[in-house]
Protein backbone atom coordinates (compact mmCIF):
# COMPACT_ATOMS: atom_id res chain seq x y z
CA UNK A 1 0.00 0.00 0.00
CA UNK A 2 2.47 2.43 1.15
CA UNK A 3 4.25 1.89 -2.30
CA UNK A 4 0.92 3.05 -4.50
CA UNK A 5 1.01 5.66 -2.42
CA UNK A 6 4.15 7.13 -3.19
CA UNK A 7 4.15 6.69 -7.05
CA UNK A 8 0.53 8.28 -6.38
CA UNK A 9 2.08 11.17 -4.51
CA UNK A 10 5.31 10.82 -7.40
CA UNK A 11 2.08 11.64 -10.17
CA UNK A 12 0.45 14.28 -8.63
CA UNK A 13 3.48 16.39 -7.85
CA UNK A 14 4.66 16.17 -11.55
CA UNK A 15 1.54 16.99 -12.43
CA UNK A 16 1.55 19.90 -10.23
CA UNK A 17 5.18 20.65 -11.10
CA UNK A 18 4.60 20.72 -14.47
CA UNK A 19 1.66 23.39 -13.73
CA UNK A 20 3.69 25.48 -11.57
CA UNK A 21 6.49 25.27 -14.18
CA UNK A 22 3.95 26.40 -16.94
CA UNK A 23 2.52 28.68 -15.07
CA UNK A 24 5.53 31.01 -14.75
CA UNK A 25 5.55 31.98 -18.65
CA UNK A 26 3.29 35.22 -19.36
CA UNK A 27 1.53 33.26 -22.32
CA UNK A 28 -0.94 36.02 -22.28
CA UNK A 29 1.33 38.35 -23.62
CA UNK A 30 3.36 36.06 -25.48
CA UNK A 31 0.38 35.10 -27.37
CA UNK A 32 -1.02 38.48 -27.85
CA UNK A 33 -4.00 37.53 -25.88
CA UNK A 34 -4.54 40.84 -24.58
CA UNK A 35 -3.85 42.80 -26.99
CA UNK A 36 -6.59 40.96 -29.25
CA UNK A 37 -8.94 40.92 -26.74
CA UNK A 38 -8.38 44.86 -26.75
CA UNK A 39 -9.20 44.82 -30.13
CA UNK A 40 -12.33 43.09 -29.84
CA UNK A 41 -13.26 45.38 -27.62
CA UNK A 42 -12.38 48.31 -29.64
CA UNK A 43 -14.53 47.09 -32.32
CA UNK A 44 -17.64 46.25 -30.27
CA UNK A 45 -17.61 49.61 -28.88
CA UNK A 46 -17.49 51.79 -32.02
CA UNK A 47 -19.77 49.70 -33.32
CA UNK A 48 -22.14 50.07 -30.64
CA UNK A 49 -21.83 53.83 -30.05
CA UNK A 50 -22.51 54.13 -33.73
CA UNK A 51 -25.77 52.75 -32.99
CA UNK A 52 -26.50 54.77 -30.72
CA UNK A 53 -25.75 58.11 -32.64
CA UNK A 54 -28.02 56.52 -35.29
CA UNK A 55 -30.88 56.72 -32.67
CA UNK A 56 -30.23 59.86 -31.14
CA UNK A 57 -28.93 62.79 -31.14
CA UNK A 58 -25.65 63.83 -29.98
CA UNK A 59 -25.24 67.03 -27.87
CA UNK A 60 -22.41 69.33 -28.48
CA UNK A 61 -23.68 72.11 -26.45
CA UNK A 62 -21.04 73.75 -25.25
CA UNK A 63 -22.20 73.90 -21.87
CA UNK A 64 -23.57 70.90 -21.12
CA UNK A 65 -20.27 68.77 -22.92
CA UNK A 66 -17.38 70.93 -20.99
CA UNK A 67 -19.26 70.87 -17.37
CA UNK A 68 -19.45 66.97 -17.58
CA UNK A 69 -16.17 66.60 -19.03
CA UNK A 70 -14.50 68.43 -15.81
CA UNK A 71 -16.38 66.23 -13.21
CA UNK A 72 -15.28 63.58 -15.25
CA UNK A 73 -11.58 64.62 -15.37
CA UNK A 74 -11.99 65.31 -11.30
CA UNK A 75 -13.07 61.54 -11.27
CA UNK A 76 -10.39 60.44 -13.19
CA UNK A 77 -7.34 62.78 -12.22
CA UNK A 78 -7.44 61.92 -8.57
CA UNK A 79 -7.89 58.06 -9.01
CA UNK A 80 -5.38 57.26 -11.74
CA UNK A 81 -7.97 56.39 -14.70
CA UNK A 82 -6.84 57.83 -17.94
CA UNK A 83 -9.29 60.30 -19.34
CA UNK A 84 -8.20 59.33 -22.78
CA UNK A 85 -9.88 55.76 -22.46
CA UNK A 86 -12.80 57.00 -21.43
CA UNK A 87 -15.32 58.23 -24.67
CA UNK A 88 -17.81 60.32 -22.71
CA UNK A 89 -21.19 60.86 -25.10
CA UNK A 90 -24.37 62.75 -23.98
CA UNK A 91 -27.54 61.95 -26.03
CA UNK A 92 -30.78 63.90 -26.25
CA UNK A 93 -33.07 61.98 -24.81
CA UNK A 94 -36.14 62.01 -21.78
CA UNK A 95 -35.55 58.65 -20.55
CA UNK A 96 -33.50 58.68 -17.42
CA UNK A 97 -30.75 56.39 -17.89
CA UNK A 98 -26.76 56.42 -18.43
CA UNK A 99 -24.64 53.14 -19.34
CA UNK A 100 -21.30 52.09 -20.22
CA UNK A 101 -19.97 50.65 -23.29
CA UNK A 102 -17.05 48.54 -24.21
CA UNK A 103 -13.80 50.31 -24.92
CA UNK A 104 -14.71 53.04 -22.18
CA UNK A 105 -17.74 55.03 -24.28
CA UNK A 106 -19.86 56.14 -21.34
CA UNK A 107 -23.56 57.37 -21.95
CA UNK A 108 -25.72 59.70 -20.22
CA UNK A 109 -28.88 61.23 -21.59
CA UNK A 110 -29.84 64.22 -20.84
CA UNK A 111 -32.82 62.74 -18.98
CA UNK A 112 -30.62 61.90 -16.32
CA UNK A 113 -28.99 65.02 -16.15
CA UNK A 114 -32.54 66.67 -15.84
CA UNK A 115 -33.89 64.85 -12.47
CA UNK A 116 -30.63 65.28 -10.63
CA UNK A 117 -30.81 67.90 -8.04
CA UNK A 118 -27.53 68.83 -7.89
CA UNK A 119 -24.38 67.85 -9.26
CA UNK A 120 -22.93 65.54 -6.88
CA UNK A 121 -25.34 63.15 -7.56
CA UNK A 122 -24.40 63.50 -11.21
CA UNK A 123 -20.95 62.56 -10.43
CA UNK A 124 -22.14 59.87 -8.49
CA UNK A 125 -24.19 58.17 -11.45
CA UNK A 126 -20.91 59.05 -13.78
CA UNK A 127 -18.72 57.69 -10.79
CA UNK A 128 -20.97 53.93 -10.97
CA UNK A 129 -20.74 53.94 -14.65
CA UNK A 130 -17.11 54.87 -14.83
CA UNK A 131 -16.44 51.74 -12.03
CA UNK A 132 -18.56 49.34 -14.41
CA UNK A 133 -15.94 50.39 -16.85
CA UNK A 134 -12.50 49.95 -14.60
CA UNK A 135 -14.20 46.61 -13.15
CA UNK A 136 -14.44 45.03 -16.64
CA UNK A 137 -17.93 44.53 -15.77
CA UNK A 138 -19.07 45.66 -19.38
CA UNK A 139 -17.05 42.67 -21.34
CA UNK A 140 -17.73 40.19 -18.51
CA UNK A 141 -21.80 40.69 -18.94
CA UNK A 142 -21.63 40.74 -22.59
CA UNK A 143 -19.64 37.66 -22.53
CA UNK A 144 -21.70 35.79 -19.96
CA UNK A 145 -25.11 36.93 -21.90
CA UNK A 146 -24.21 37.12 -25.44
CA UNK A 147 -21.23 34.68 -25.65
CA UNK A 148 -17.38 35.43 -26.51
CA UNK A 149 -18.00 33.17 -29.95
CA UNK A 150 -20.36 36.08 -31.01
CA UNK A 151 -18.89 38.75 -29.97
CA UNK A 152 -15.75 37.92 -31.72
CA UNK A 153 -18.02 36.94 -34.96
CA UNK A 154 -19.49 40.42 -34.60
CA UNK A 155 -16.61 42.05 -34.93
CA UNK A 156 -15.02 40.24 -37.41
CA UNK A 157 -17.37 41.05 -40.24
CA UNK A 158 -19.98 37.92 -40.01
CA UNK A 159 -22.51 39.07 -37.48
CA UNK A 160 -25.45 40.74 -38.54
CA UNK A 161 -26.41 44.07 -37.48
CA UNK A 162 -29.59 42.47 -35.38
CA UNK A 163 -27.61 40.85 -32.82
CA UNK A 164 -25.39 44.19 -32.56
CA UNK A 165 -28.74 45.94 -31.70
CA UNK A 166 -29.33 43.29 -29.36
CA UNK A 167 -26.20 44.04 -27.62
CA UNK A 168 -27.08 47.39 -27.59
CA UNK A 169 -30.21 46.97 -26.20
CA UNK A 170 -28.80 44.46 -23.36
CA UNK A 171 -26.44 47.31 -22.18
CA UNK A 172 -28.60 50.21 -22.13
CA UNK A 173 -31.67 48.25 -20.89
CA UNK A 174 -30.57 45.03 -18.69
CA UNK A 175 -28.99 44.90 -15.44
CA UNK A 176 -25.80 43.79 -13.86
CA UNK A 177 -25.49 41.18 -11.59
CA UNK A 178 -26.15 42.54 -8.02
CA UNK A 179 -22.33 41.79 -7.12
CA UNK A 180 -21.04 43.45 -10.19
CA UNK A 181 -23.86 46.85 -8.69
CA UNK A 182 -22.32 46.36 -5.46
CA UNK A 183 -18.93 46.42 -6.27
CA UNK A 184 -19.63 49.63 -8.87
CA UNK A 185 -21.70 51.49 -6.29
CA UNK A 186 -18.69 50.62 -3.61
CA UNK A 187 -16.15 51.76 -6.25
CA UNK A 188 -18.15 54.69 -6.88
CA UNK A 189 -18.18 56.02 -3.42
CA UNK A 190 -14.39 55.59 -3.49
CA UNK A 191 -13.78 57.15 -6.26
CA UNK A 192 -15.81 60.16 -5.36
CA UNK A 193 -14.33 60.56 -1.86
CA UNK A 194 -10.57 60.48 -3.37
CA UNK A 195 -11.91 63.42 -5.66
CA UNK A 196 -13.27 65.16 -2.70
CA UNK A 197 -16.67 64.99 -4.03
CA UNK A 198 -19.35 64.46 -1.85
CA UNK A 199 -20.51 61.02 -2.33
CA UNK A 200 -23.88 61.08 -0.03
CA UNK A 201 -25.84 62.65 -2.81
CA UNK A 202 -25.38 59.86 -5.03
CA UNK A 203 -26.86 57.41 -1.78
CA UNK A 204 -30.31 59.94 -1.48
CA UNK A 205 -30.45 59.92 -5.44
CA UNK A 206 -30.52 56.56 -5.65
CA UNK A 207 -33.30 56.50 -2.85
CA UNK A 208 -35.32 59.03 -4.22
CA UNK A 209 -35.57 57.49 -7.41
CA UNK A 210 -36.35 54.43 -5.36
CA UNK A 211 -39.36 55.81 -4.11
CA UNK A 212 -41.23 56.59 -7.54
CA UNK A 213 -43.94 54.99 -9.04
CA UNK A 214 -46.78 55.18 -11.07
CA UNK A 215 -46.08 56.90 -14.71
CA UNK A 216 -42.62 58.90 -13.86
CA UNK A 217 -41.42 55.28 -13.38
CA UNK A 218 -41.72 54.38 -17.07
CA UNK A 219 -38.80 56.94 -18.07
CA UNK A 220 -36.82 55.83 -15.14
CA UNK A 221 -34.96 53.05 -17.24
CA UNK A 222 -31.76 53.81 -14.94
CA UNK A 223 -33.80 52.77 -11.82
CA UNK A 224 -35.02 49.47 -13.79
CA UNK A 225 -31.13 48.79 -14.59
CA UNK A 226 -30.25 49.42 -11.30
CA UNK A 227 -33.34 47.59 -8.49
CA UNK A 228 -33.47 47.74 -4.93
CA UNK A 229 -32.32 51.66 -5.25
CA UNK A 230 -34.03 52.46 -1.91
CA UNK A 231 -31.50 49.60 -0.04
CA UNK A 232 -28.58 50.64 -2.22
CA UNK A 233 -29.37 54.24 -1.21
CA UNK A 234 -28.72 53.30 2.41
CA UNK A 235 -26.34 51.69 2.14
CA UNK A 236 -24.07 54.14 -0.03
CA UNK A 237 -24.69 56.76 2.62
CA UNK A 238 -23.71 54.24 5.25
CA UNK A 239 -20.45 53.59 3.44
CA UNK A 240 -20.35 56.93 2.37
CA UNK A 241 -20.29 58.29 6.07
CA UNK A 242 -17.05 55.89 7.27
CA UNK A 243 -15.03 57.45 4.26
CA UNK A 244 -13.04 60.88 5.07
CA UNK A 245 -12.90 63.51 2.37
CA UNK A 246 -13.49 67.51 2.33
CA UNK A 247 -16.33 67.99 0.50
CA UNK A 248 -15.61 70.31 -2.67
CA UNK A 249 -18.53 71.33 -4.64
CA UNK A 250 -18.02 69.50 -8.14
CA UNK A 251 -19.39 72.23 -10.50
CA UNK A 252 -20.49 76.01 -9.64
CA UNK A 253 -23.66 76.64 -8.51
CA UNK A 254 -24.29 78.94 -11.44
CA UNK A 255 -23.02 76.64 -13.74
CA UNK A 256 -25.40 73.74 -12.98
CA UNK A 257 -28.78 76.32 -12.87
CA UNK A 258 -27.81 77.13 -16.44
CA UNK A 259 -27.58 73.20 -17.44
CA UNK A 260 -30.96 72.83 -15.77
CA UNK A 261 -32.25 76.01 -17.42
CA UNK A 262 -30.82 74.70 -20.98
CA UNK A 263 -32.24 71.82 -20.15
CA UNK A 264 -35.94 72.25 -18.62
CA UNK A 265 -35.81 75.12 -22.22
CA UNK A 266 -35.39 71.62 -24.25
CA UNK B 1 7.40 4.76 -16.10
CA UNK B 2 6.04 1.66 -17.75
CA UNK B 3 7.39 -1.87 -17.61
CA UNK B 4 7.19 -5.24 -18.72
CA UNK B 5 6.60 -7.51 -16.32
CA UNK B 6 5.91 -11.24 -15.72
CA UNK B 7 2.65 -12.33 -15.69
CA UNK B 8 1.92 -15.97 -13.92
CA UNK B 9 0.89 -17.31 -17.05
CA UNK B 10 1.01 -17.32 -20.96
CA UNK B 11 -2.21 -15.86 -22.19
CA UNK B 12 -3.58 -17.28 -24.99
CA UNK B 13 -4.57 -15.63 -28.44
CA UNK B 14 -8.20 -14.65 -27.72
CA UNK B 15 -7.07 -13.12 -24.18
CA UNK B 16 -4.35 -10.95 -25.60
CA UNK B 17 -6.44 -9.23 -28.33
CA UNK B 18 -9.34 -8.88 -25.88
CA UNK B 19 -6.98 -6.95 -23.20
CA UNK B 20 -5.44 -4.96 -26.24
CA UNK B 21 -8.76 -3.91 -27.42
CA UNK B 22 -9.62 -2.46 -23.76
CA UNK B 23 -7.11 0.24 -24.43
CA UNK B 24 -7.87 0.75 -28.33
CA UNK B 25 -11.28 1.16 -26.79
CA UNK B 26 -10.32 4.33 -24.46
CA UNK B 27 -8.27 5.53 -27.52
CA UNK B 28 -11.21 5.24 -30.03
CA UNK B 29 -13.53 6.56 -27.42
CA UNK B 30 -10.97 9.91 -26.48
CA UNK B 31 -11.29 10.69 -30.27
CA UNK B 32 -14.82 10.28 -31.01
CA UNK B 33 -15.97 12.43 -27.70
CA UNK B 34 -12.45 14.70 -27.36
CA UNK B 35 -14.86 17.81 -26.00
CA UNK B 36 -16.64 15.97 -23.18
CA UNK B 37 -13.82 14.10 -21.18
CA UNK B 38 -16.47 11.02 -19.78
CA UNK B 39 -16.64 9.66 -22.96
CA UNK B 40 -13.92 7.65 -23.03
CA UNK B 41 -14.51 6.76 -19.04
CA UNK B 42 -17.68 5.12 -19.76
CA UNK B 43 -16.23 3.49 -22.71
CA UNK B 44 -13.95 1.61 -20.72
CA UNK B 45 -15.79 0.80 -17.96
CA UNK B 46 -18.38 -0.95 -20.38
CA UNK B 47 -16.16 -2.77 -21.98
CA UNK B 48 -15.12 -4.03 -18.50
CA UNK B 49 -18.46 -4.99 -17.83
CA UNK B 50 -18.61 -7.44 -20.84
CA UNK B 51 -15.61 -8.86 -19.56
CA UNK B 52 -15.90 -8.56 -15.89
CA UNK B 53 -16.09 -12.51 -15.76
CA UNK B 54 -13.35 -12.94 -18.81
CA UNK B 55 -9.67 -14.48 -17.72
CA UNK B 56 -7.14 -13.08 -15.07
CA UNK B 57 -5.10 -11.13 -18.07
CA UNK B 58 -8.16 -9.85 -19.61
CA UNK B 59 -9.64 -8.11 -16.71
CA UNK B 60 -6.33 -6.79 -15.32
CA UNK B 61 -5.52 -5.06 -18.38
CA UNK B 62 -9.44 -3.88 -18.54
CA UNK B 63 -9.03 -3.08 -15.17
CA UNK B 64 -5.92 -0.74 -15.78
CA UNK B 65 -7.04 1.11 -18.86
CA UNK B 66 -10.51 2.26 -16.80
CA UNK B 67 -8.39 3.43 -14.14
CA UNK B 68 -5.68 5.23 -16.15
CA UNK B 69 -8.47 6.94 -17.67
CA UNK B 70 -10.49 7.81 -14.71
CA UNK B 71 -7.48 10.11 -13.09
CA UNK B 72 -7.57 12.14 -16.81
CA UNK B 73 -11.45 12.67 -16.31
CA UNK B 74 -10.70 14.51 -13.25
CA UNK B 75 -7.95 16.41 -15.04
CA UNK B 76 -9.78 16.76 -18.04
CA UNK B 77 -13.30 17.99 -16.63
CA UNK B 78 -11.52 20.52 -14.47
CA UNK B 79 -10.34 22.25 -18.10
CA UNK B 80 -13.77 21.35 -19.64
CA UNK B 81 -15.42 23.53 -17.42
CA UNK B 82 -12.53 26.24 -16.89
CA UNK B 83 -13.03 26.76 -20.62
CA UNK B 84 -16.70 26.86 -20.27
CA UNK B 85 -16.62 29.58 -17.69
CA UNK B 86 -13.86 31.47 -20.15
CA UNK B 87 -16.92 31.68 -22.91
CA UNK B 88 -20.08 32.04 -21.41
CA UNK B 89 -19.05 33.67 -18.00
CA UNK B 90 -15.51 35.64 -17.09
CA UNK B 91 -14.21 36.06 -21.21
CA UNK B 92 -10.85 36.29 -19.54
CA UNK B 93 -7.86 33.62 -20.75
CA UNK B 94 -5.16 33.99 -17.81
CA UNK B 95 -1.69 32.57 -17.98
CA UNK B 96 -3.06 30.17 -15.20
CA UNK B 97 -5.79 29.01 -17.50
CA UNK B 98 -3.15 28.58 -20.61
CA UNK B 99 -0.66 26.28 -18.17
CA UNK B 100 -3.28 24.21 -17.04
CA UNK B 101 -4.07 23.61 -20.69
CA UNK B 102 -0.72 23.07 -21.62
CA UNK B 103 -0.27 20.40 -18.71
CA UNK B 104 -3.25 18.29 -19.29
CA UNK B 105 -2.80 18.63 -23.02
CA UNK B 106 0.87 16.85 -21.86
CA UNK B 107 -0.38 14.26 -19.69
CA UNK B 108 -3.00 13.33 -22.01
CA UNK B 109 -0.86 13.21 -24.74
CA UNK B 110 1.74 11.48 -22.55
CA UNK B 111 -1.32 8.67 -22.04
CA UNK B 112 -2.57 8.28 -25.51
CA UNK B 113 1.24 7.63 -26.14
CA UNK B 114 1.55 5.03 -23.31
CA UNK B 115 -2.13 3.28 -24.41
CA UNK B 116 -1.06 3.04 -27.93
CA UNK B 117 2.24 1.18 -26.70
CA UNK B 118 0.39 -0.65 -24.39
CA UNK B 119 -2.00 -2.08 -26.55
CA UNK B 120 0.03 -3.11 -29.13
CA UNK B 121 2.48 -5.03 -26.23
CA UNK B 122 -0.73 -6.76 -24.77
CA UNK B 123 -1.49 -7.62 -28.35
CA UNK B 124 1.75 -9.56 -28.20
CA UNK B 125 0.90 -11.30 -25.02
CA UNK B 126 3.58 -9.12 -22.69
CA UNK B 127 1.85 -7.87 -19.53
CA UNK B 128 2.60 -3.88 -19.46
CA UNK B 129 2.48 -2.53 -16.09
CA UNK B 130 2.63 1.32 -15.38
CA UNK B 131 3.42 3.25 -12.91
CA UNK B 132 1.02 3.96 -9.98
CA UNK B 133 -1.78 1.99 -12.54
CA UNK B 134 -0.18 -1.26 -12.43
CA UNK B 135 0.29 -1.72 -8.67
CA UNK B 136 -3.42 -0.20 -7.99
CA UNK B 137 -4.64 -2.77 -10.52
CA UNK B 138 -2.66 -5.34 -8.73
CA UNK B 139 -4.40 -4.70 -5.38
CA UNK B 140 -7.55 -4.53 -7.31
CA UNK B 141 -7.72 -7.55 -9.69
CA UNK B 142 -6.62 -11.34 -8.04
CA UNK B 143 -6.82 -14.33 -10.08
CA UNK B 144 -9.36 -16.65 -9.75
CA UNK B 145 -8.45 -19.52 -7.76
Known sequence: ?266 | MIAVRPFPYKPGDHEKEKASNSYLMSLIALIAGLPLPIVNLIATFFFYLGNRNGTYFVRWHCIQALLSQLSLLFMNSYGFWWTISILFRDGQVTNDYIAYMITIAMFNLVDFAATIYTAIQTRKGRHVEWLFYGDLTNRLVRPVR
Open chain 1, 1 to 266: MGRILIQAFLLIALFFGAYNMFRQVDWVNLFEIRQTADKTEKKLGDMLWTIFRKSDREVKDKLLTQSLDSILVKLCDRNDISKESIKLHILEKDEVNAFALPDGHLIIYTGLIAVCENPEELAGVMAHELAHIELDHVMKKLVKEIGLSVLVSMTTGSGGGEIAREVARTLSSSAFDRKQEKEADIAAVDYMATADIDPKPFGEFLYRLGGKNGRMSEYLSWLSTHPDSRERGEYIIGYAEEKSYEAKPVLGGETWSRIKGELAEE
